[in-house]
C-alpha cells in the first residue's frame, strides 16, 4: 500500500455523540484560510503524533471529505496503515475552535462556524459516521461486516456515558469541608 485514503471526517446535518451537529458549510471559511497544508494529520488528536498529510478537504452534500496520505517515513504511519489494511481502524475525527454555533431542538448544539485545526485517526470518533471509507485506490471500501461491530460499540459509548454538558454550563464542584490543603 502506498498510505492513500478517503472518508468523511465530518457528517452534516447528523448528532455526535457530544450532541453537536456541524451545519453545512461551517468549514468553507477555515478551509480557505487554512488550506490542506494548514490542517495537521495527527494519531489520536496528538500533536506529537503528526502521521501525514491531507492532500484534499471538501464540503459536499453529505459533509467533510478528506482524502489523505500517511507518510510512511514514520513508524506510526507504517502501523496505522497496516491497521487500514486490516480493518482494524477507520474512524476519523475533527480538531477545531468553535466561531459560531446556537442551541439546537433537543439540546443539541448546532456548529454553524469551525476553525478547523486537524484531523485524526483514531480508534473510537465521537461522531460515528466519520470513517475512512477507502485506502490506496478509491473504488477499495471498508469491509460491510465491520459496520455492526463499530455500531454495537458507539450504541454501548453512548448507553454507558454521562450525558455532556457544554464546558460553559458544566457545575464546578465546591471543595469538601473534610478536604485538607497540603502546602
Known amino acids: 500500500m502506498d498510505g492513500h485514503f478517503t472518508g468523511y471526517a465530518s457528517l452534516f446535518g447528523v448528532p455526535d455523540l457530544g ?18 497544508s494548514g490542517v495537521r494529520m495527527l494519531w489520536q488528536h496528538d500533536p506529537a503524533e503528526p ?14 471529505r478528506v482524502a489523505g496520505q500517511l507518510n510512511l517515513a514514520v513508524q506510526r504511519a507504517r502501523e ?12 476519523l475525527s475533527i480538531g477545531f475552535r468553535t466561531v459560531r454555533a446556537s442551541p439546537d431542538r433537543g439540546g443539541l448544539r448546532r456548529l454553524h462556524s469551525l476553525d478547523l485545526w486537524e484531523i485524526s485517526l483514531v480508534t473510537f470518533p465521537l461522531q460515528p459516521g466519520a470513517r475512512i471509507a477507502a485506502k490506496s485506490a478509491p473504488s477499495e471500501s471498508l469491509p460491510s461486516e465491520s459496520l455492526p461491530l463499530a455500531q ?7 448507553r454507558v456515558a454521562p450525558p455532556r454538558a457544554h464546558p460553559s454550563t458544566r457545575p464546578v464542584a465546591a471543595p469538601s469541608p473534610r478536604a485538607k490543603r497540603f502546602a
Open 152 to 158: 454495537a460499540l458507539h450504541a454501548f459509548a453512548r
Open 80 to 91: 496505522l496503515d497496516a491497521l487500514l489494511r486490516e480493518g482494524a481502524l477507520d474512524g
Open 19 to 36: 450532541r453537536d451537529v456541524v451545519a453545512p458549510g461551517a468549514f468553507a471559511a477555515s478551509l480557505r484560510a487554512r488550506g490542506n
Open 51 to 64: 502521521v501525514g498529510r491531507w492532500l484534499s478537504l471538501t464540503e459536499d452534500a453529505r459533509g467533510l
